[in-house]
């Protein structure tokens, strides 16, 4: 089946670190550029970055410089570190896949996402 | 980069439509035909429905259709079903390798 798992959320203090995990199966996460997508409690979506099959990685604004994604080809799995974390990084996290058949940053599989909570 | 609009929340008795608008920027939505829409159950993944602001991908019901004008692009859903009570949320490029994505409209099926 394919699919996405994410793991590794959990509650953290302000300024610590974190990493985020997510298995995939049924493809190959070295193929296909990868993004993270994550939710804050009450609020919208919000892209948070994206690695290419390449390596090429980029983040939004807001995350630049703290977090930093990679991915690992021998376990299937896509990471996303996260350091110097705030209360407003606060989220689910999604893992998601770009849909290759198509030229831009479309999403056709998603994960059901892990909760980080930053709070003293 | 600022969400896109959307309204917090619609809603429809089984076999109406509805339409959802997201209004951006000339920046994002009006600058680029890369306009996507998500279909979110919450505690599930989110679902891909519409591609290039007017294109369904494979598997998604005819019952789903986009369009754009200016910087406004719209969701209509038509033949409402109960199934397609969800968070629904428009995203769009917005250049430099960015993505934006809309506030999430509730969608209520009466």
């Known amino acids: ?120 | 980069q600022s969400a896109l609009t959307q309204p917090r929340s619609v809603s429809g008795s089984p076999g109406q439509s509805v339409t959802i608008s997201c209004t951006g920027a000339s920046s994002d939505v009006g600058g680029y035909n890369y306009v996507s829409w998500y279909q979110h159950h919450p505690g599930k993944a989110p679902k891909f429905m519409i591609y290039d602001g007017s294109k369904r991908p494979s598997g998604v019901p005819d019952r789903f259709s986009g369009s754009k004008s200016g910087n406004t692009a719209s969701l209509t859903i038509s033949g409402l079903q109960p199934d397609d009570e969800a968070d629904y949320y428009c995203c769009s490029y917005a250049g430099t390798y960015t993505l934006v994505f809309g506030g999430g409209t509730k969608l209520t099926v009466l």
């Open chain 1, 1 to 120: 089946e394919v699919q996405l798992v994410e793991s590794g959320g959990g509650l953290v203090q302000p300024g610590g670190s974190l990493r985020l995990s997510c298995a995939a199966s049924g493809f190959t996460v070295s193929s296909h550029y990868m993004s993270w997508v994550r939710q804050a409690p009450g609020k919208g979506l919000e892209w948070v970055s994206i690695i290419y099959s390449g390596g090429s990685t980029y983040y939004a604004d807001s995350v630049k410089g703290r977090f930093t994604v990679s991915r690992d080809n021998s376990k299937n799995t896509l990471y996303l570190q996260m350091n110097s974390l705030r209360a407003e990084d606060t989220a689910v996290y999604h893992c998601a896949k770009r849909a290759e058949w198509l030229l831009n940053w479309y999403f056709d599989l998603w994960g059901r996402g892990t909760l980080v909570t930053v709070s003293s």
